[in-house]
């Protein structure tokens, strides 16, 4: 992998504004269009690893899929140890459900790049 990997939903303006400012930087990076190429359980076990962050920390609760399921609810959606592979697997299922865009920086770390602060912060890793 060259540098570093963005997952992007290209309808996305914050997706788009991490873009520009990594394109404004000259970042050596990959885009990934996570919608189409959706990330197996594997992958989002790997980058919820390198966030440092559990899978309802990514998880977009507001989308239409999300109320679907049902997943506000945490009886059904207990958000521990005992919950943690059903909802890897609905972000694999589900990946408009994943929280965008995310960053995987090139020492092995990754952050959630919604601000520009963000962005910088794997820029400068």
């Known amino acids: 992998m060259c540098g570093m990997e963005i997952w992007i939903n ?5 997706c788009r504004s991490a873009l520009s400012l990594l394109d404004a930087e000259g970042a050596d990076y990959t885009v990934r269009r996570y919608l189409e190429d959706v990330p197996t359980e594997d992958e989002i076990r790997d980058v919820l690893g390198r966030l440092g962050l559990e899978p309802w920390d990514i998880t977009r609760t507001q989308e239409a899929i999300a109320k679907e399921l049902n997943l506000k609810d945490r009886e059904a959606w207990p958000r521990d140890a005992s ?3 059903r909802w890897i697997k609905a972000l694999a299922e589900h990946p408009k459900l994943i929280q965008r865009p995310i960053i995987t920086a090139d020492d092995g770390t990754a952050v959630v790049a919604r601000t520009e602060e963000a962005v910088r912060d794997a820029l400068s890793r």
């Open 10 to 14: 290209p309808a996305c303006s914050k």
């Open 83 to 85: 919950g943690r592979d």
